[in-house]
């Protein structure tokens, strides 16, 4: 099994930034890719981005340019970086890992969640 640990949201003003980060435990070599997703009051989960083991990123319109994602192997963290924040991504942000080896194949983890609020 695997367990996801958010930290990092708080209140920031439009225009400020935030690093979220996504502390990984337990059988961690069975993660494959990872992501960001969130959800905003009255709104469907959507995905903000997403890092496959190798690397490779892929991010939401909206966020383009503003945030980036990365992710540490070695200490089996995942971040996400904000800035130019706007009112728009006041949210629940959730981590996300997706299992692809062994016992863990198919397996979709998920924490349980850090609260960023962007005030104008």
């Known amino acids: 099994q695997v367990q996801l640990v958010e930290s990092g949201g708080g209140l920031v003003q439009a225009g400020g930034s935030l690093r979220l980060s996504c502390a990984a435990s337990?059988?961690?070599?069975?993660?494959?890719?990872m992501g960001w997703y969130r959800q905003a009051p009255g709104k469907e989960r959507e995905l903000v981005a997403a890092i496959t083991r190798g690397g490779y990123r892929n991010y939401a319109d909206s966020v383009k340019g503003r945030i980036t994602i990365s992710r540490d192997n070695g200490k089996n963290t995942l971040y996400l970086q904000m800035n130019s924040l706007k009112p728009e991504d006041t949210a629940v942000y959730y981590c996300n890992a997706k299992g692809d080896y062994g016992p863990c194949d198919g397996m979709d983890y998920w924490g349980k969640g850090t609260l960023v609020t962007v005030s104008s």
């Open positions: 337990g059988d961690t070599i069975c993660i494959s890719a």
